[in-house]
């Protein structure tokens, strides 16, 4: 393995830490703030845009479309059709299958 190839998973190791915390104070500040929760969002898809971190299952949590910290039943709708996970975001109306 090359030294570069090191470093790469070093900082996804970083970023991936960084990235569950503002999930952590997303949902620790929604029931208050939820405009807060939003902001650390945008700040997750920065990070995971910038250093190229795959966020896989953590899509979930957040629109995609319109950056919104999910909390599903609040403001998000989840439903199973056809073995698929269906989250709908009630802000935006926008749809995901997973
Ligand atoms: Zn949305």
Request: net charge positive; with cysteine; hydrophobic share 35%.
């Amino acid at each position: 393995m090359s030294r570069r190839r090191k470093k790469k998973e070093i900082i996804n190791d970083i970023v991936s830490q960084r990235i569950d915390r503002l999930f952590e104070a997303a949902a620790t500040e929604f029931p208050a703030h939820a405009q807060r929760s939003d902001r650390y969002v945008e700040l997750v898809r920065r990070l995971a845009t910038r250093y190229r971190v795959p966020l896989g299952k953590k899509k979930m949590r957040f629109c995609r479309s319109c950056g919104t910290y999910f909390v599903y039943g609040a403001n998000a709708r989840v439903r199973i059709k056809d073995k698929r996970t269906v989250i709908t975001c009630l802000k935006c109306g926008d749809l995901r299958r997973y």
